[in-house]
């Protein structure tokens, strides 16, 4: 048995997570004053400070390494008690994900209710998150996995999912640009209207990375942070975005947009990722969770019509 107090340290936790006493015992539903009490005889009992205060609320190495100690065992015991629910055929347990907004539509269609449909006992938390925002989820334990789009390399995560999803410019059909049949370049982007997302995206990082690279730089007729906002932008015939071709695969089959790829390797090569914290065992219904996606999302089950079409294009020629 630890001799550390449990509770101390969940608020401990706590306090990190939502950035300040009040909030987290807000969240906690505790008083204030108890919660920092707790606080204050764990640090008695260690004889070492766990949070500096002032002028700006802080872990000290201490707190760190305490925070560590208390995550990773979470981590555990829920791993331990996964093992015993897959003994009751995953029959209870829980799934808590970090999602960006361009891979909703693609999990609740169909994967998610066929999930929860095969396993009635199971819960599934979804958290809405940004790329840098859901890596730190999963970095810092507040969920179990990520499903992420060009997420840069991260010692702190395992990918047990890659798919090249590469990052194509997406047009009106009737766009001058939809005429095109090679691959287009980032200048000739550039002379025509265009809406960019933010970089706290993937696809936002990707471009920016792209035009960094091309030494180019783009004067969007907007910006957002909403991939609704964006497909709508096309749609509606202003410009043309950077997305997936899965992103929006419905509205190419009804032929009024088109998807081109772009003369840029960095977006040719982009990833869509199914990641955890690497040190963390992750739960059987996490396990079980990961392999419902990688067969039943097309995300995740196998890479973009465009890299398949170029594959098969060498055997259709013998």
Known sequence: ??????????????????G???????????????L?????????ELDAL????????????????????YRDR????RATLSQLQAMQNLEHGEVHIAVGEGFIADLVSAPLQNFLATYPGLEIEVHMAGLTDAMALVEEGGVDLALLYAPPDDHRLVSHVDRCQPLDLIVPAEHALARATAPLTLAEIGAHSLALID???????LVDMALRMAKLSY???MKTNSVSVLKNFVRSGLGVIFMPELSVLEEIHEGSIVAREV?????????????????RPLTVAAQAFIEHLRYSMPFFSADAPRVLDARMLPLRQR
């Open 219 to 221: 004067r969007p007729r």
């Open 199 to 205: 970089g706290q995206t993937g696809m936002g990082q």
């Open 1 to 18: 048995m630890t001799p550390f107090k449990s509770r101390a340290l969940e608020y401990l936790d706590a306090v990190v997570r939502y």
């Open 50 to 69: 766990l949070l500096v205060r002032s002028p700006r609320l802080g872990l000290t190495p201490a707190g760190e390494l305490m925070l560590r100690h």
């Open 263 to 279: 003369d840029a390797e960095v977006l040719c090569q982009a990833q869509a990722r199914i990641v955890s914290q690497v040190e």
């Open 74 to 77: 979470r981590a555990a015991e």
């Open 36 to 44: 920092s009490r707790q606080l204050r005889a764990l640090e008695e």
């Open 20 to 34: 300040s006493l009040r909030r987290a015992a807000a969240h906690l539903e505790v008083n204030p004053s108890a």
